[in-house]
């Protein structure tokens, strides 16, 4: 039996696979003999053939070479593959140099074109920046300008879209950030919502809408009213989420439903507000988790209502405050804001944290409920005003409507070096420590007819400096 030969061919990714040939020539042809010939395919030389052969003799022998190998091809995603075998058959597999190029080919199904105002219930991915040019005028119908649409639909707890990181953006003559018409809560068709678009020229109110527990993964989207509108449950993940440039980055809102909200890996920033969520029962969870919240116009994260988390999160160099709570009347469940792992808030131009009696601020009537639960770390330091501002009318005494400002055994809440005071309080709190020094604050008061409460704080560490 002759000695069998190794070919080693180079393959784009540095593997190496060697073939074992019975009955070729004793000795490896050169280099030069074997050599990739183009994207997805090879060019074997067979031994004698020289570059200096006429057009007749190197066909002549290529052929012949060839006709000893069976090589059918086959071309995957991880591999390209040749089987050579004549008989008696050895093992072999080959290895080919291939470019980028021949990993798509045509043997792939091609990606679905998407375009602007589609509405999805299954899984969608964007293969490219998605610019909408829709533009409202004099011929734009009326019904149109008082519905609520999106550049992107996606619908039902199986619906996903996947940006890949590419944007999704809208072109207008103003800035969205900037709007100043609200566009009202109904999801209905209004006369506001017809209004804000004209105002503000946004054909579409949303980059992507989510609803009833649909997701997107590794999307961005600037210049609309709300970059992601989630309604009564969805997910916004990855990251390579962003919002930015949008009135609101994201807001999540229940109608009806038990389907949780998760906003996680996502930047907001340079939006008017950075994160809004509202709910209206306990059982409409909203988790804000590993989220940078950072430079937005207004506050970085805004939470109304029941059910609310946020984990491992930090809000930054708003121009307001780092995290605004808006208190709920007697009627409805009392806002519940619960924070987990490390968040920080600090660097904002106005408090860290601000609790008030709606989302606007400024003091209201009384009993505007609240309470807060520290399961980990909570820090408001450095910002201008205030580590947390809890207005009049703001209601955190325990009862059994509220549990107050409640840190747990393994929580701590941490607020110094803040310009003003580290903690300021109008309204009425119950300030409760599970544990021992739960609480880390310098300067303190109560403020105003209404103010009551405050906690005992161990002293913030002196700086360095």
């Known amino acids: 039996m002759s000695q069998p030969i190794m070919f080693q061919v180079k393959q784009s990714r540095s593997e190496e696979i060697d073939v074992e040939l019975e009955g ?11 050599s990739a010939a183009g994207a997805g395919d090879i060019n ?46 050895l093992p072999s597999t080959v290895a080919v140099e291939r470019s980028k190029a021949g990993k798509s080919g045509s043997f792939c199904e091609p990606e679905p074109v998407v375009t602007c105002g589609e509405t999805f219930t299954n899984e969608v991915i964007l293969s490219d920046n998605l610019i909408c040019t829709d533009v409202i005028d004099a011929t734009t119908p009326i019904p149109k300008l008082k519905t609520l649409n999106a550049a992107i639909t996606v619908e039902g707890a199986n619906a996903v879209i996947d940006c890949k990181g590419h944007t999704i953006s809208q072109i207008t ?6 709007c100043a018409t609200n566009p009202g809560v109904d999801l209905d068709p209004s006369a506001s919502r017809r209004q804000m678009k004209n105002d503000c020229d946004l054909y579409y109110q949303a980059g992507i809408i989510l609803l009833d527990g649909a997701t997107a993964i590794n999307c961005k989207v600037e210049q609309f009213y709300e970059g992601f509108l989630v309604v009564n449950g969805g997910e916004v993940k990855g990251k390579k989420s962003e919002a930015y440039g949008n009135k609101r980055g994201v807001y999540s809102r229940f109608e009806s439903g038990t389907i949780a909200t998760k906003i996680s890996d996502v930047s907001v920033h340079r939006n008017y507000n950075g994160i809004q969520a509202y709910s209206t029962s306990d ?36 121009g307001q405050s780092g995290i605004k709570m808006a208190g709920e009347d007697q009627n409805n469940a009392a806002t519940a804001v619960q924070f987990q792992g490390m968040v920080s808030c600090h660097h904002n131009k106005v408090h860290g944290i601000q609790v008030d009696v709606g989302v606007g601020g400024g003091g209201g009537p009384p009993n505007k409920f609240a309470e807060v639960n520290v399961a980990g770390v909570l820090n408001s330091y450095l910002n201008k005003e205030h580590g947390i501002f809890i207005n009049t009318g703001v209601n955190m005494k325990n009862s059994n409507f509220v549990n107050g400002f409640t840190v747990e055994e393994s929580g701590s809440f941490n607020a110094c070096n803040n310009g003003r005071r580290d903690i300021t309080n109008r309204g009425k709190v119950n300030f409760v420590d599970m544990g021992m020094g739960g609480y880390t604050c310098n300067v303190t008061a109560t403020l105003g007819t209404q103010g009551e409460g405050l906690p005992m704080c161990e002293d913030c560490p002196a700086c360095d400096n």
Do not use: C, H, W
């Open 24 to 34: 070729v020539a004793a000795q490896p042809p050169p280099p030069s003999k074997l």
């Open 44 to 89: 074997l030389v067979p031994d004698g053939m020289d570059d200096n052969d006429d057009a007749a003799e190197a066909e002549e022998k290529r052929t012949s070479f060839m006709s000893r190998l069976a090589s059918p091809l086959v071309n995957k995603k991880t591999a390209t593959a040749i089987a050579v075998s004549r008989t008696p058959l």
């Open 173 to 178: 003559s103003k800035s969205a950030a900037a």
């Open 283 to 318: 059982q409409n969870d909203a988790m804000i988790e590993d989220v940078t919240a950072k430079n937005n116009f207004n506050f970085g994260m805004g939470f109304r209502g029941p059910g609310m988390k946020v984990k491992d999160s930090v809000s930054s160099y708003n």
